[in-house]
């Protein structure tokens, strides 16, 4: 049988929440990206996460995924993130320099704050070699934070991935 995996990356918990409203409405496993080095999640020190996020970008750092990501039992892995300074956060560039996405269905969601999807859904194109990669849903951080059940299910529904 065809299994769904929802991967995601999230520091304030917006992105996991839309994961959680995507593993609802798919039936599939969810699976947390954790950072060998965690982020700070006190939202009064966004300034510092900022700064924080910016230079690994400018760095073009990779920063390291503690936990093993093994995509073996699943057909479609779902792909969630923050939009960090107009791109993925680095850590997702970890994850698609690290892990074989061939065969795999991939289907990219976000969280932002005005950038949308800041053009990253086409990166996934080019970073997923021999992937088929869906059209993605990104929500702004105030409708993933209740959940965007309607959101995610008109886009299910289009993709025919809702149970
Ligand atoms: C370091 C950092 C950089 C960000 N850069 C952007 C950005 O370039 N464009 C944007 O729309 N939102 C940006 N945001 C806002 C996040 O995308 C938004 O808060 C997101 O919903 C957070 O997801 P999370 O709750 O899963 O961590 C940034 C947030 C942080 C912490």
Known sequence: MAKTLILY???????RRL??????QTGGDLLEIEPVIPYDKN???YDALAAYAKKEHDEDQRPAIKNAIDLSDYDTVFIGYPMWW????MIIYTLFDTVNFSGKTL???NTHMGSRDGGTYKTVREKARGATVLEGLAVSMKEAE????????????K????K
């Open 146 to 157: 209740v959940g965007a059940g309607k959101s995610v299910e008109k886009w299910l529904t």
């Open 86 to 89: 107009y791109t993925f956060p």
């Open 159 to 162: 993709l025919g991935l809702k």
């Open 107 to 109: 289907v990219p969601f």
């Open 19 to 24: 994961a959680e409203e995507i593993a609802r």
């Open 9 to 15: 990356f999230s520091v304030y918990d917006s992105t």
């Open 43 to 45: 939202r009064d020190h």
